[in-house]
């Protein structure tokens, strides 16, 4: 029994977890609670690597460490079900997306179970179960049914604003809405309007709203993306062109909470880093609005700016290529021109057309508009730099004080005006590319000043108003795809109508394939007799990915509840999430989505805190360490990296996975492909040695470690620990798996302090050592620490000195293993859960309690003084650290140990440093 079978005790307590539901949890009010969440998954056909554990595993040694700090914890697990992966790969193959899932889901589960995590699965939720989109789709009924309220400042139900529009009209309704939909309207003239009318203004004051919206539309795929799906003008999935264009899209209001989604910033245990991504996102900006009347035409242009009190340099105005007036305000001559550049820029991103700030390009209409403020007529131009989706779509160019405008007017020849009334070019120009450094609206105000001046003047002039502008949009919602949540809603006569809440879940047709109609309608067009009451026809478009991950942290509180999301107790005992782990990538998508959801959840009274995640930490990427060979150019031989530039080649990646300490695996790499069984190679030393660099983990670049392939060959002990090992937690590392062994090589030494040489489990009674016992008492106290600042690198170290130290003291004292092997525990559980019954325990080692650090033992009682003679170390004398300094003097010189070093004669003084050294002086 002295080898440390790990193969065989991981799964002999995986089973047991599972039989004895371990890490079940419910409800438990004389325990304090502890929500320890990890980002929700996507099951992809690929499984996990060795990257993707990282957060799991410290999810889950903080879950284990709550436990036996006395928390009632709760760790769930589930899966981001729904998404296009598994939709594209239906279209290639025919195979249903449920088919496909369900088998990506049990390959993910048998590798978190291969792990030791200590997820609760009986709280399992997945995002594609009807029993759970049933909630997702009732909580868009409720979006639906509701508007924002600017004066109570929160969501209520759509039935008091219409309460208001029939006792006094809409003038003196402060809402989050769509203005320029909306007309004026009196009690009198609401109760007069169709029903059809009627429901045409709510729906531009519903925070689920159906509307003419920009979006990222990609022809190739068939459907609407997000613009995190977009990257350098193409989808990141696949690589096929996107263009921008309107299209009628359900959306939510999210920017009626950009204020509240601000401002809660301050009350979240968030990253900087992660809370100024989200306050760049929602863009606040504190302005005007101005009117700009086009030359010959009754329209006029709304222009949102920042810096009003530039209005008099404004030289030229930009307007997005995609705003709706742009046929109409393109002159003849122009038409072909504008027309080419319209269509270029519809394939490029919105991140893309946001960040090149070198790429100068743009079109002048043939159109003029008028300054509001001095009557002087100027070009309105078109460029890609102008997004139709933020503020107006439209911007007021004055290049005397912006050097992007600046850089603009340069190009394309454009007038640089002064923006001082009154002033000359000379005296506002500046050395620095001729940008104005000091603007204001009136000479010798200071711009806040001069900004409150030019808005006073503009609402004086009913040309504008002061305004606050957020640069966050509302979230299209509709996706042109199968494999997503039906959205339950119905037409009549043109309009959206709910599903009643007792119809819920409405579920997903079957249909015969996953693409399009041939009409162009997404593929639940293709669903047969597919209608509402066998008349009305559904919604054929699906909510997008970041639905059901919107809420799913909710439902694991109550996921067996079929009458309520969440139900009251159980959201009331845990609250929200205390400690939330995933990655930085989802700071503006998900976060930001799932703080908008729970803040309307909060409105309605379903939910009873503020935020939903208090503690954020985002982990680090793990990187892949790739090997290459190379091969001779013009024939199939491999000379090794050292003798490599004796010959012309080309590097090539290989497996990792044939490769080990960067010693290929000859016989395997002819196994490798068809092409290399004839493979010959220029050896050095008789080895093949391989190059490497440090590069992203992916299946082309061969670097891809399984982790299944070092739980069996290492154990998931070693594996958990050796991930924790390689540095900080929220810091990018390369993985290399050459490094592992010292971890498991620690993990055996710590197994033989349990055992007699002989090879018997033997664990002594005896009382420990002071040694023993501050060994053990700093290991406890500096582990408590690490994990409680999630410093989970640095306890791997400790342990390591620990054992280290016990083994040259030769301890096996239970009174020092077995509280070590507690805080061990959620580290190397399984080893530990082996050791704790060896010790005599009959429950889990989860129930244990992490045992109390005493200072008294870290204290040191003694101290070792170097003796020195005229100032040369003679040997060392072990004195009480209390002990006075007259009696070590008398005991250094009665010792013994210098009497040859004095050679008979009386020191003439002993200086005595206390706890430092001692020095005699002959």
């Given at each position: 029994?002295?080898?440390?079978?790990?193969?065989?005790?991981?799964?002999?307590?995986?089973?047991?977890w599972?039989?004895?539901?371990?890490?079940?949890?419910?409800?438990?009010?004389n325990?304090?609670?502890?929500?320890v969440?990890?980002?929700?998954?996507?099951?992809?056909?690929?499984?996990?690597?060795?990257?993707?554990?990282?957060?799991?595993?410290?999810?889950?040694?903080?879950a284990?460490?709550?436990?036996i700090?006395?928390?009632?914890?709760?760790?769930?697990?589930?899966?981001?079900?729904?998404?296009?992966?598994?939709?594209?790969?239906?279209?290639?193959?025919?195979?249903?997306?449920?088919?496909?899932?369900?088998?990506?889901?049990?390959?993910?589960?048998?590798?978190?179970?291969?792990?030791?995590f200590?997820?609760?699965?009986?709280?399992?939720?997945?995002?594609?179960?009807p029993?759970?989109?049933?909630?997702?789709?009732?909580?868009?009924?409720?979006?639906?049914?509701?508007?924002?309220?600017?004066?109570?400042?929160?969501?209520?139900?759509?039935?008091?604003?219409?309460?208001?529009?029939?006792?006094?009209?809409?003038?003196q309704?402060?809402?989050?809405?769509?203005e320029?939909?909306?007309?004026?309207?009196?009690?009198?003239?609401?109760?007069?309007?169709?029903?059809?009318?009627?429901?045409?203004?709510?729906?531009?004051?519903?925070?689920?709203?159906?509307?003419?919206?920009?979006?990222?539309?990609?022809?190739a795929?068939?459907?609407?993306?997000?613009?995190?799906?977009?990257?350098?003008?193409?989808?990141?999935?696949?690589?096929y062109?996107?263009?921008?264009?309107?299209?009628k899209?359900?959306?939510?209001?999210?920017?009626?909470?950009?204020?509240?989604?601000?401002?809660?910033?301050?009350?979240?245990?968030?990253?900087?880093p992660?809370?100024?991504?989200?306050?760049?996102?929602?863009?606040?900006?504190?302005?005007?609005?101005?009117?700009?009347?086009?030359?010959n035409?009754?329209?006029?242009?709304?222009?949102?700016?920042?810096?009003?009190?530039?209005?008099?340099?404004?030289?030229?105005?930009?307007?997005?290529?995609?705003?709706?007036?742009?046929?109409?305000?393109?002159?003849?001559?122009?038409?072909?021109?504008?027309?080419?550049?319209?269509?270029?820029a519809?394939?490029?991103?919105?991140?893309?057309?946001?960040?090149?700030?070198?790429?100068?390009?743009?079109?002048?209409?043939?159109?003029?508009?008028?300054?509001?403020?001095?009557?002087?007529?100027?070009?309105?131009?078109?460029?890609d730099?102008?997004?139709?989706?933020?503020?107006?779509?439209?911007?007021?160019?004055?290049?005397?004080?912006?050097?992007?405008?600046?850089?603009?007017?340069k190009?394309?020849?454009?007038?640089?005006?002064p923006?001082?009334?009154?002033?000359?070019?000379?005296?506002?120009?500046?050395?620095?590319?001729?940008?104005?450094?000091?603007?204001?609206?009136?000479?010798?105000?200071?711009?806040?000043e001069?900004?409150?001046?030019?808005?006073?003047?503009?609402?004086?002039?009913?040309?504008?108003?002061?305004k606050?502008?957020?640069?966050?949009?509302?979230?299209?919602?509709?996706?042109?795809?199968?494999?997503g949540?039906?959205?339950?809603?119905?037409?009549?006569?043109d309009?959206?109508?709910?599903?009643?809440?007792?119809?819920?879940?409405?579920?997903?047709?079957?249909?015969?394939?996953?693409?399009?109609?041939?009409?162009?309608?997404?593929?639940?067009?293709?669903?047969?007799?597919?209608?509402?009451?066998?008349?009305?026809?559904?919604e054929?478009?699906?909510?997008?990915?970041?639905?059901?991950?919107?809420?799913?942290?909710?439902?694991?509180?109550?996921?067996?509840?079929?009458?309520?999301?969440?139900?009251?107790?159980?959201?009331?005992?845990?609250?929200?999430?205390?400690?939330?782990?995933?990655?930085?990538?989802?700071?503006?998508?998900?976060?930001l989505?799932?703080?908008?959801?729970?803040?309307?959840?909060n409105?309605?009274?379903?939910?009873?805190?503020?935020?939903?995640?208090k503690?954020?930490?985002?982990?680090?990427?793990?990187?892949?360490?790739?090997?290459?060979?190379?091969?001779?150019?013009?024939t199939?031989?491999?000379?090794?990296?050292?003798?490599?530039?004796?010959?012309?080649?080309?590097?090539?990646?290989?497996?990792?996975?044939i490769?080990?300490?960067?010693i290929?695996?000859?016989?395997?790499f002819?196994?490798?492909?068809?092409?290399?069984?004839?493979?010959?190679?220029?050896?050095?030393?008789?080895?093949?040695?391989?190059?490497?660099?440090?590069?992203?983990?992916?299946?082309?670049?061969?670097?891809?470690?399984?982790?299944?392939?070092?739980?069996?060959?290492?154990?998931?002990?070693?594996?958990?620990?050796?991930?924790?090992?390689?540095?900080?937690?929220?810091?990018?590392?390369?993985?290399?798996?050459?490094?592992?062994?010292?971890?498991?090589?620690?993990?055996?030494?710590?197994?033989?302090?349990?055992?007699?040489?002989?090879?018997?489990?033997y664990?002594?009674?005896e009382?420990?050592?002071?040694?023993?016992?501050?060994t053990?008492?700093?290991?406890?106290?500096?582990?408590?620490?690490?994990?409680?600042?999630?410093?989970?690198?640095?306890?791997?170290?400790?342990?390591?000195?620990?054992?280290?130290?016990?083994?040259?003291?030769?301890?096996?004292?239970?009174?020092?293993?077995?509280?070590?092997?507690?805080?061990?525990?959620?580290?190397?559980?399984?080893?530990?859960?082996?050791?704790?019954?060896m010790?005599?325990?009959?429950d889990?080692?989860?129930?244990?309690?992490?045992?109390?650090?005493?200072?008294?033992?870290?204290?040191?009682?003694?101290?070792?003084?170097?003796?020195?003679?005229?100032?040369?170390?003679?040997?060392?004398?072990?004195?009480?650290?209390?002990?006075?300094?007259?009696?070590?003097?008398?005991?250094v010189?009665?010792s013994?140990?210098i009497?040859?070093?004095?050679?008979?004669?009386?020191?003439?003084?002993?200086?005595?440093?206390?706890?430092?050294?001692?020095?005699?002086?002959?």
């Amino acid at each position: 029994m002295s080898d440390y079978n790990f193969n065989q005790i991981e799964k002999k307590w995986q089973l047991y977890w599972n039989q004895k539901q371990t890490f079940s949890v419910s409800i438990d009010p004389n325990r304090p609670k502890y929500y320890v969440l990890d980002m929700f998954p996507y099951p992809s056909g690929a499984g996990l690597h060795v990257g993707h554990p990282l957060g799991y595993i410290a999810s889950d040694i903080v879950a284990r460490y709550k436990r036996i700090k006395g928390f009632n914890v709760l760790h769930p697990m589930g899966f981001d079900a729904f998404g296009l992966p598994a939709e594209q790969y239906a279209i290639q193959t025919g195979q249903h997306p449920a088919e496909t899932t369900e088998q990506n889901i049990a390959r993910y589960k048998e590798q978190l179970a291969n792990m030791g995590f200590s997820f609760d699965w009986n709280r399992e939720v997945r995002t594609s179960d009807p029993d759970y989109y049933k909630w997702t789709q009732w909580i868009f009924l409720k979006l639906f049914e509701s508007w924002y309220n600017q004066e109570t400042n929160k969501a209520e139900p759509i039935a008091t604003l219409v309460q208001k529009f029939k006792t006094s009209g809409n003038t003196q309704v402060k809402a989050a809405c769509n203005e320029e939909a909306i007309p004026d309207f009196t009690a009198e003239q609401w109760q007069h309007y169709k029903e059809k009318q009627q429901q045409e203004i709510l729906l531009s004051y519903r925070l689920a709203f159906l509307s003419d919206a920009t979006v990222n539309w990609c022809p190739a795929l068939g459907t609407v993306l997000a613009n995190d799906e977009v990257k350098d003008g193409v989808s990141e999935r696949g690589g096929y062109p996107v263009i921008r264009q309107k299209m009628k899209q359900w959306s939510l209001r999210i920017s009626a909470y950009a204020e509240r989604l601000l401002n809660d910033l301050d009350h979240v245990d968030w990253t900087d880093p992660i809370k100024e991504m989200q306050r760049n996102w929602i863009g606040k900006s504190i302005g005007a609005e101005l009117n700009f009347k086009i030359k010959n035409s009754e329209h006029q242009l709304k222009v949102f700016t920042t810096r009003a009190d530039t209005i008099y340099g404004v030289s030229f105005l930009v307007i997005a290529p995609e705003h709706e007036w742009v046929p109409e305000l393109t002159s003849p001559e122009q038409k072909k021109a504008v027309e080419e550049y319209v269509n270029t820029a519809k394939n490029r991103s919105e991140r893309d057309r946001m960040s090149d700030v070198k790429h100068i390009s743009g079109v002048f209409t043939g159109s003029y508009v008028i300054n509001p403020i001095n009557g002087v007529e100027i070009p309105l131009w078109i460029a890609d730099y102008v997004l139709a989706g933020y503020g107006t779509g439209v911007v007021m160019a004055v290049p005397a004080s912006d050097s992007r405008d600046f850089n603009f007017a340069k190009h394309f020849n454009l007038p640089i005006i002064p923006v001082i009334e009154g002033s000359t070019p000379d005296e506002v120009y500046e050395a620095k590319e001729g940008i104005m450094m000091n603007s204001g609206f009136l000479n010798g105000l200071t711009v806040k000043e001069a900004m409150k001046a030019a808005v006073a003047k503009f609402e004086e002039m009913g040309v504008g108003k002061g305004k606050v502008q957020y640069r966050i949009h509302d979230a299209v919602f509709g996706r042109q795809r199968y494999w997503g949540e039906p959205i339950p809603i119905y037409y009549k006569n043109d309009i959206p109508y709910p599903l009643p809440e007792s119809e819920l879940p409405l579920i997903l047709p079957e249909i015969d394939a996953f693409l399009p109609t041939e009409t162009g309608e997404p593929p639940l067009g293709r669903a047969k007799d597919w209608k509402y009451k066998g008349q009305y026809h559904y919604e054929l478009t699906t909510m997008p990915g970041w639905a059901g991950s919107s809420w799913y942290y909710l439902r694991y509180m109550s996921p067996e509840n079929n009458e309520q999301f969440v139900s009251p107790e159980a959201e009331k005992y845990w609250g929200n999430v205390d400690l939330y782990i995933g990655g930085s990538e989802h700071a503006t998508g998900h976060l930001l989505y799932a703080r908008f959801w729970y803040k309307f959840l909060n409105d309605l009274g379903f939910v009873s805190q503020v935020e939903p995640f208090k503690k954020l930490i985002n982990q680090g990427m793990i990187q892949g360490r790739s090997n290459f060979i190379y091969r001779v150019n013009g024939t199939n031989k491999f000379v090794s990296h050292n003798l490599r530039h004796q010959y012309d080649f080309t590097p090539l990646h290989v497996d990792v996975n044939i490769v080990e300490n960067d010693i290929l695996n000859i016989e395997a790499f002819k196994l490798w492909r068809t092409d290399l069984a004839d493979a010959e190679f220029i050896l050095e030393d008789g080895k093949y040695i391989c190059g490497w660099e440090i590069e992203k983990m992916s299946k082309s670049k061969y670097n891809v470690v399984n982790p299944d392939d070092l739980v069996h060959k290492v154990g998931a002990d070693t594996l958990r620990m050796y991930e924790m090992f390689l540095g900080p937690l929220e810091q990018f590392k390369p993985w290399n798996t050459n490094g592992i062994d010292g971890v498991h090589k620690f993990l055996k030494r710590y197994w033989k302090l349990f055992f007699a040489p002989s090879g018997n489990f033997y664990v002594s009674d005896e009382d420990p050592t002071s040694a023993e016992l501050k060994t053990l008492h700093k290991t406890i106290k500096k582990v408590e620490e690490d994990i409680e600042r999630f410093s989970f690198n640095t306890s791997v170290s400790t342990f390591m000195i620990c054992v280290n130290e016990l083994t040259t003291l030769k301890c096996n004292k239970r009174a020092i293993l077995e509280p070590l092997t507690i805080i061990l525990s959620p580290y190397a559980p399984h080893l530990a859960e082996e050791i704790w019954q060896m010790l005599g325990h009959v429950d889990s080692i989860s129930y244990a309690r992490f045992p109390q650090w005493e200072e008294k033992f870290l204290t040191e009682n003694s101290f070792e003084y170097p003796i020195s003679v005229n100032g040369k170390m003679r040997g060392k004398l072990t004195f009480p650290t209390t002990m006075p300094k007259e009696l070590i003097e008398k005991e250094v010189v009665s010792s013994g140990l210098i009497d040859k070093y004095l050679e008979g004669k009386t020191p003439k003084k002993v200086i005595v440093v206390p706890n430092k050294i001692v020095n005699v002086v002959v």
